[in-house]
């Protein structure tokens, strides 16, 4: 008999694992955009446990091992739980659904990614999520209703013409990816909703269609408890996402259509869309001093650099860290791009000798070039798998 959603825990997971990479260069590998107070004087990691610790008993922070110490003094009261490798959300929410499941035999998992901005009606839709979830057994996703024809969203098809009992929520049709432009207006036409990579279910009910899928290796580790068993089948798993690895192919999956407002800051150009003068003048970002001259609709940001404009338009003028990004607003999404063309640069800092290394890694010996190369390389493979997916998810 399924408890009702009452009697049943509710244990938040706020995944932080992410680097942000067509944000750079205010977000790199040593701090992340969720790390950042890119929205408001707290970082979206902060806002995000804020909500989180409003709808949950427990809240756990998901994180890499490369990014512990950045984001463990921001998580206030929440468990930090640590991936053993970077694997994208698939193998991620498998490890912390065995983790809860191990420690709460009855219990709703609801997954935030922790570098959104969230409006009004989060709290409900939240509710709503955990009654659909204990009393259906079902894996369900939120689904925003969309406000504008995106295509740096990926969107789901809800099942409306399958009759059932409860009219709050659909079974999912399909999955959609990223559209181009025409494409999103005929999704949102036919009443297609945004995939905003937030879930809830059950911790047994997602192991259970774990076990049918290409990470049912890692579900039998993690419900086996074997931390070695865990960590081998872990790092031998490939990157995907939850939604490639689980939800477009399990039968169990439902979608709760929600209408709060809601952005990923997946990339720059998204800022235009939380200023109040949206298209109005110029949108500034982080601790910014500016001066302009006939310029107008660019977006400027940085960590306490003065920047001038003369006589430009729609830019993202971006100082940050002794570094700059100069890019049309129309093309922010090809940062990431970029970044795959900086990735010698990308990925030093990860492997900078810690004050206490042996010599031979910090003095430039054979074999300390050697164990850097290895690291960078291990580093370089695993982020470049990612880069790769098309999907959109918490690591975008």
Known sequence: MVASARDT??????LAGGTGTRLYPASRPTQPKQVLPLAGSESLLSQTLSRAQAVADEVVVLTQPALVEVVAPLTDNARI????AARDTGPAIVYAAGDINNRHEEAVMLVFPSDHVVGEGFTTACNEAHRVAASTNRLVTFGIEPTRRETGYGYIAPDTQNARRDPMWYPIESFHEKPDAATAQSYIDAGYL?????????????????????????ANAVLADDADMIERTYTATDAISVDHALFESASNTAVLPVSFDW???GAWDAF??????????????????????DADKNIIASDGAHVSLIGVSDLVVVSWDNRVLVVPKERAQ??????KQLDIEWYPSLVTPSPG??????????SGRTEIYAVMRRISDSQTTWLQDGSRDWRS
Do not use: Y
Request: charged fraction near 20%; glycine fraction near 6%.
């Open 194 to 218: 945004w995939n905003a990579g937030m879930f809830a279910f059950r911790p047994t009910s997602l192991l259970s269609a774990a076990e049918d899928s290409s990470l049912h290796s890692l």
């Open 9 to 14: 825990p509710t244990v938040a997971v706020v």
């Open 334 to 339: 090809d940062v990431k791009q970029l970044v």
């Open 263 to 265: 952005d990923d800051i």
């Open 81 to 84: 739980l640590t991936e053993p």
């Open 357 to 366: 290394t042996n010599a031979g890694a910090s003095t430039g010996s054979a």
């Open 272 to 293: 235009d869309r939380l200023d109040d003068d949206s298209n109005e003048g110029t949108t500034t970002v982080g601790q910014t001093s500016i001066e302009t001259i």
